[in-house]
């Protein structure tokens, strides 16, 4: 009997999106212009590979900003802080270089104008999640984190007439609908955010993976534990018909006996992954037979962000480039084999 064909389904797009690019370009650029130690408040971005990519450059990556010496440079990373992070900056002297992604800064100016006109604004995102804490920050006496549809019931407002829902950028696409149309049936005057919040790049990766769950005998998504859209990937591949889902750092994490019996696996990445880690599980998986690569692509994305303006004066003061550089996914698969 003929063994049968072995294929890897790749997703497109994957990887970095604009917002992951523009803030570890910055901190970069931060190396080159002011030279280490230039420290990070949190993950700049949530990919191990990343973090530890810059702190081998000379980035101190802390947990809080008074860890930050006096008067030292500090990058404030892609998901945003609440503004009293800024204020503990100033107090610090820092200076400060604010990465965080333009499409999160739009829901926090989402929130405080909403806050202003006095609606309860309902967050959907994840308890405890640092973009949520950012953003929650803006108004914290006007918002109501609700954790996905099993937090609907618990909600209280002050005004039903008055109500707003915002949500994390990095979302299922899905369960957010979900949880929009339960808040609506206890909330019917319920307002939407002016444009979508769950940002285009999370929901292009999960069209993709969408077009190929049903085609997969195994998904694997690159990225780390503590990235939500990675996790999310996961998910939606597992709820669209991948019969197994599993999310890896690296290509040595892969377990050789999800392979027993797989004719299809799809590979794709979550934004904050770079194209090196996806290269390196697709020569794993050659090396067991999958030589066989198809590009499965749901969208385009041509969106640069431009680099902070504060770093971007001083890089032009010095003479020095604020071009952007990309680590977008090659959607031609003969790029990669």
């Known amino acids: 009997m003929a063994e049968t064909t072995k294929r890897v389904l790749l997703a497109a797009p994957r990887g970095y999106c604009a917002g992951v690019d523009r803030a570890v370009v910055t901190v970069e650029k931060a190396l080159e212009l ?8 949190k993950q700049i971005v949530h990919n191990k590979h990343v973090v530890t990519t810059l702190e081998k450059r000379g980035a101190i990556f802390v947990e809080e900003t008074d860890e930050v010496p006096e008067g030292a440079t500090v990058v404030l990373s892609a998901h945003g802080v609440a503004p009293v992070v800024h204020d503990e900056a100033k107090a610090l002297n820092l200076r400060t270089i604010d990465a965080t992604c333009p499409l999160v800064t739009k829901v926090h100016r989402e929130a405080v104008r909403f806050a202003d006109s006095d609606h309860d604004i309902l967050l959907i995102g994840h308890d405890g999640h640092e973009e949520v804490i950012g953003t929650a920050g803006e108004a914290p006496d006007h918002v109501t984190l609700v ?5 609907v019931a618990n ?6 007439d008055k109500v707003v829902w915002l949500s994390q950028t990095t979302l299922s696409v899905d369960e957010t609908m979900e949880t929009v149309r339960l808040l609506r049936e206890r ?11 769950i940002c285009y790049a999370t929901q292009n990766r999960q069209l993709a993976v969408k077009q190929m769950a049903p085609d997969c005998d195994l998904m694997i998504v690159v990225g780390s534990r503590n990235s939500s859209n990675s996790v999310r990937l996961v998910e939606v591949a ?4 991948a019969k197994d889902g599993h999310l890896v ?5 892969i377990d050789d006996a999800w392979l027993e019996g797989v004719r299809t696996v799809g590979v794709t990445s979550g934004a904050s992954v770079p194209e090196i880690l996806v290269r390196g599980v697709l020569d794993h998986l050659a090396a ?3 030589e066989d690569v198809s590009a499965v692509t749901a969208a385009e994305e041509s969106i640069v962000f431009a680099l902070p303006s504060d770093i971007r004066r001083d890089l032009k003061a010095a003479g020095m480039s604020d071009t952007m550089k990309h680590d977008a996914a090659d959607t031609e698969v003969g790029a990669l084999r």
């Open 238 to 241: 597992l709820e669209h018909g």
């Open 249 to 253: 750092d690296y290509a040595e994490e």
């Open 147 to 151: 954790d996905g549809p099993d937090d």
């Open 187 to 197: 909330f019917p005057k319920l307002q939407d955010p002016p444009s979508d919040d």
């Open 34 to 41: 002011y030279g280490a130690p230039v420290y990070v408040r």
């Open 288 to 290: 067991h037979g999958y």
């Open 155 to 160: 909600v209280e407002v002050r005004d039903p």
